[in-house]
């Protein structure tokens, strides 16, 4: 029996672009300017990270008390910036596939509760679908312990979970969680990038991967 | 004598990011959801093939009237969501030492003045430095008319430049110009994805471009 594990932005709801601009807001209002584009490069890691690197390129550390200001500013900002959230292609009718079929499945994101409700009603998400979310493990991604927690909830073998994510820091994570991963160019990454970070299979969006399920063998 | 021609946003200034969420929004507000990702990919090219691509997205043509408030709403957005420009690493370093050591250069972009005036202003380009903008030439990149425009103007042949630029439209138009292409991730495309578009090199960033010069036969 063979599971799938979902990040969320930028797999499953159109939000990357938003994190991106609004972190980017959140630094300038600050005085701090970094390139958008590295931003791109690190969301979805866990936000202790993100800020230690954010301090690298800014050439001095950010204290705890900084980070956590920037952290609120960039949340305030993403809300007014995005108030609806957009399904990417496919996603909804992906869940409910996978639901009707009795496919094994679960969402393991770097995001919390309340935040995430919005993204999860955009979905139709079923409230029996688990959903493991940032305060539930101990280390975020690049750390395997999202997505070990839903599998072990799940309650299937590691072996046989797919991971689906649209960022390198999701393949890492499933790569040290030892499991097999798909890659989603969703969120802005290249194909390549995603190919040589490990992901099994690389498609464009929750469309085209519900089309490919068969590639994947978890049809029952 | 080789020279280089230079595409400006998201290759000497930082506002990709801010254009394709100012394209998101005035999207979104008309009703109308595209992918990030999608927008993000198209960036740099004419105006007028974006609406199509994107009305392509839709699945229904845009209207002119109607890609005409798009591009109108895109412009007031991206002046309020991003009042600063931020030059990317390197860049203005790049082209004081282009400058100074009479390396023949000019830049290319599809954007207009008076909208460029910030970007142009915070690289603190010089008033005699060659500018090629939207409005000088018939047809935007793809097409390579405003890099042979910008080739002319400068006195220098075809087979001597080098086009500068971030996305796949800057090197598809340098090839379609018959000149030799370097692409900077800093536009937040992946290497790969330069690299088959047709780049000869490709850099981080303006400020690695600038410590590469030998490698591209430019210094005198």
Redesign the interface.
Known sequence: MRALIFDLDGTLV?T???H??AW??AF?EAGM?I???R??RRIGMSGGLFTRAAGRELGRELDPQEAAALQERHGELFAQ?LP?R?P??GAVELMRFLRANKIVHGIATSGSRPEINASLDALGIDPDVLVIERGHVLRAKPEPDLFLACQQRLGVRVEDCYVVGDAVWDLLASRRAGMLSIGL?????????LSRAGAFRVYR?ALELLHSLDELGVLP
Do not use: C, K
């Open positions: 159109d990357v672009y938003a991106v601009f980017q807001r300038a300017a390139d958008g584009w931003i791109h910036l609806e957009h990417l292609p160019l969703s969120g802005g990454y290249g194909e390549d990038e969006d």
